[in-house]
């Protein structure tokens, strides 16, 4: 629970007056300044016909033009305007406004600063808070970036330590690739192997007729089979004519045989 409490400061003697109360949205908010004041040769005459003296034109003329001038400005700022980067700005405004008012005194102000500005405490709790909250945002921003660089190294890390396996699992594919290749190539042969062997029968059959090609066909068997066990071979006894234009000497062959 917040309290009200209030402190008298006292106002220094070589002050010229006391702190500006300026309002600022809503907000009082006093405010110091230093103001560099100086009376060239040319002027003086001007300043004591005006005023009097030099102190005379400070509590006269000066002071209350740069209060003035000061709440005038501050009154269409920010409050937080005078503890940010826009301090300067504002600095900038009140010495332009202020230089015209010293000159109507014979006075030349040099430079304008603002010095402490007394910004309400609820205003700070907030800008407090939000730099905290980017403070924490850019922490973890570099925390998930750690660990996103963390995880990239374990991941070439054993990317790294598996090459060999990946390596045999590469040349595996490519002898599958190879295999599958060879297969189709051999499959390709076959089929045209078997259309050359049908195109081949075809023009026999067209040649000798059906009936021959089938006896040719049995008599090749017969070949082969006598090939693969020549016991099956006998000399003929039998004697078997014919008129030379069919299978008369197989029958021959094969007469006494065991087939």
């Known amino acids: 629970m917040q309290k009200e409490r209030s402190e008298n400061v006292p106002v220094p003697e070589t002050a010229a007056d006391s702190a500006i109360f300026t309002r600022m949205e809503g907000w009082l908010v006093p405010q110091e300044l230093r103001v560099q004041v100086q009376v060239e040769p040319n002027d003086a005459p001007f300043l004591v016909a005006s005023v009097g003296s030099v102190e005379a034109a400070e509590n006269k003329v000066v002071t209350p033009s740069i209060r003035s001038v000061v709440r005038n400005i501050c009154a269409a700022q920010k409050v937080l305007s005078l503890i940010d980067e826009n301090r300067a700005t504002v ?131 017969i070949l082969q089979a006598a090939v693969e066990n020549p016991d099956i071979v006998k000399v003929p006894r039998v004697l078997v004519s014919g008129t030379g234009a069919g299978l008369e000497g197989a029958a021959a062959i094969l007469g006494d045989s065991n087939l």
Do not use: H, W, Y
């Not at 014979?106 to 309400?120: A, F, M, N, Q």
């Not at 374990?154 to 595996?172: D, F, M």
């Open 91 to 221: 600095e900038n405004e009140i010495e332009i406004a202020v230089i015209p008012e010293g000159e109507k005194a014979g006075l030349t102000i040099k430079d304008v600063r603002l010095v402490d500005s007394v910004v309400p405490p609820e205003l700070l709790v907030a800008r407090l808070r939000e730099q905290l909250a980017e403070q924490l945002k850019e922490t973890f921003k570099r925390e998930k970036d750690a660990q996103d660089q963390r995880i990239s190294t374990e991941k070439a890390r054993a990317t790294a330590n598996q090459q060999p396996e990946l390596v045999a699992a590469e040349i595996c594919v490519e002898i599958a690739r190879k295999d599958k290749l060879a297969s189709q190539l051999k499959g390709e042969g076959e089929k045209l192997k078997l259309m050359e062997i049908a195109e081949g029968q075809k023009a026999q059959v067209a040649v000798l007729g059906d009936e021959k090609v089938m006896q040719l066909a049995a008599l090749e068997k």
